[in-house]
């Protein structure tokens, strides 16, 4: 049981290129969540889906876009990155209901330079 | 403004005593909360929880204190060890579609052997 699975681990982008970060889970959680982790930040919602085909906007989300076209898949798109969007990057999802928990992926690390 | 507070940057326990880490929230819809630990390059992993209808949750050697009225969680490891060596942050949920966690900005707990 892998649980949530992002793709890249790291990755090193120039200011103005473009990217998409997949996270797969295999849970069958309704839920899913991108956030981003800055020093001394703690973590930031960026977008997070209610179910396949929907999006809603998080605490944080300019510069990014994302889709659900499938209920296990979430991506994130950056597409014009900025020195400001380096930081670590963590999908999460859970399961429909109330009293529950967040399952995280192991994050990916990206810079812009 | 931040509505999930961890103001203690870091903790320095002795092996063997007790951990007590503190946590402040400002947000009334919150109806559930979080402890995660996080080690360097891994996600969060969920270590322990409380709904808003209890004021004390055990688990081995964590326990979750909520305070409603103060608005104020802590969590209380005993006894320390050094494996407990980590980031802990602090979240809540129930403002929101999704659910979503809204996250404090951590504490670093070192355990000293």
């Known amino acids: 049981n892998a649980g949530v699975t992002q793709t890249p681990k790291f990755r090193v982008l120039k200011t103005g290129q473009s990217m998409t970060l997949l996270c797969a889970q295999d849970m069958n959680h309704e839920y899913m969540y991108w956030y981003r982790q800055d020093p001394g930040m703690g973590l930031r919602l960026i977008h997070y889906s209610v179910g396949e085909g929907t999006t ?3 605490e944080v989300p300019d510069g990014y876009n994302v889709s659900r076209l499938k209920k296990q898949n979430f991506l994130l798109g950056l597409e014009s990155a900025a020195p400001s969007q380096t930081s670590v990057y963590f999908c999460a999802s859970s399961p429909h209901g109330r009293d529950t928990e967040a399952f995280f992926g192991q994050g990916t690390r990206l810079t812009v330079v | 403004d931040q509505q999930v507070k961890q103001n203690s940057p870091s903790l320095s326990v002795q092996e063997g005593r007790i951990s007590i880490l503190n946590c402040d929230y400002t947000n009334s819809m919150f109806d559930y909360f979080l402890w995660y630990k996080k080690y360097p390059a891994e996600g969060p992993t969920f270590l322990i929880s409380i709904s808003s209808i209890k004021d004390k949750n055990e688990d081995g050697r964590f326990t979750v204190f909520l305070n409603k009225s103060a608005k104020h969680l802590s969590l209380h490891i005993v006894p320390s060890q050094p494996g407990d060596s980590a980031v ?11 659910r979503q966690l809204t996250f404090g900005s951590g504490t670093q707990l070192t355990v000293l052997p």
């Open chain 2, 88 to 98: 802990y942050f602090c979240a809540a949920s129930g403002d929101g579609p999704a």
């Open chain 1, 56 to 58: 809603a906007k998080g």
